[in-house]
């Protein structure tokens, strides 16, 4: 059992592993954004200053971590204790990997620059992005807040991303095929679409760390997935 000065500064320690762990996400959140805002407008400018950012968010992973490991090192924690910093641990990285995925999409604008850019293609990247965004930003509070059943609707919504996704790259598919000037437009916009299908991926590794902070055992439903890899594999051949 921990002495009441050592939980008074456990708590203390853990209030700042989750001020760091929000710091991050408004920053990934943010880069989401601001990735396909400068995709949809071709703004080279904001894509740099995506990519910029990553550096500030991968900083951000190493000060949770190495606080983490200080936390554990001192104060021994167990039980529910422990598993809120190993959650913290675990968010952290899940937001890293997003913030890599934003840093993904920012780096093909300077590609797409002078390519034809099909509006309703362009539309359905925006629209798969912002559900991708409202989930991301629903886990992250669903984690501040320690809301289980919010965490839970992230999970069971993947499969809605998995599904806009594929058809989104029919619809690429088709349009390569129709017009072989659209080939490398098109492949540039499934690379990004693949990336924030992923990102939904992580939103969903998020609520399941949650499920595991409050219920301290992992979630034995099978993960809802739909399958994007054979379009990918045929957009690639």
Not at 21 to 41: H, N, P, Y
Not at 198 to 222: L, Q, W
Request: hydrophobic letters at 45%.
């Amino acid at each position: 059992m921990m002495s009441e000065h050592t939980a008074k500064a456990f708590d203390v320690d853990l209030q700042e592993l989750n001020k760091l762990v929000a710091q991050m996400g408004g920053l990934v959140e943010k880069g989401i954004a601001d990735s396909v805002d400068a995709l949809v407008g071709l703004d080279t400018a904001l894509a740099t200053k995506v990519i910029t950012v990553d550096h500030t968010i991968d900083g951000l992973q190493r000060d949770i971590e190495e606080r983490a490991i200080l936390t554990i090192a001192r104060r021994q924690p167990m039980a529910i204790d422990l598993r809120e910093i190993v959650s913290a641990l675990r968010v952290s990285n899940d937001l890293e990997r997003i913030g890599d995925l934003s840093k993904n999409i920012a780096k093909r604008v300077a590609e797409l620059s002078g390519e034809f850019s099909p509006p309703k293609l362009i539309r359905g990247v925006e629209h798969m992005a912002g559900l991708v965004l409202a989930q991301v930003k629903k886990v992250l509070d669903a984690y501040a807040g320690r809301n289980l059943v919010n965490a839970l609707e992230v999970w069971r919504k993947d499969e809605e991303v998995d599904a806009i996704c594929t058809s989104l790259f029919r619809e690429l598919l088709t349009y390569m095929m129709e017009d072989p000037r659209n080939i490398s437009f098109c492949i540039h916009l499934m690379f990004c679409a693949k990336n924030i299908e992923r990102m939904g991926d992580h939103a969903t590794n998020i609520a399941e760390t949650v499920h595991y902070m409050i219920e301290g055992r992992a979630i034995t439903d099978e993960r809802p997935k739909g399958d994007t890899t054979k379009l990918a594999a045929s957009a690639a051949g």
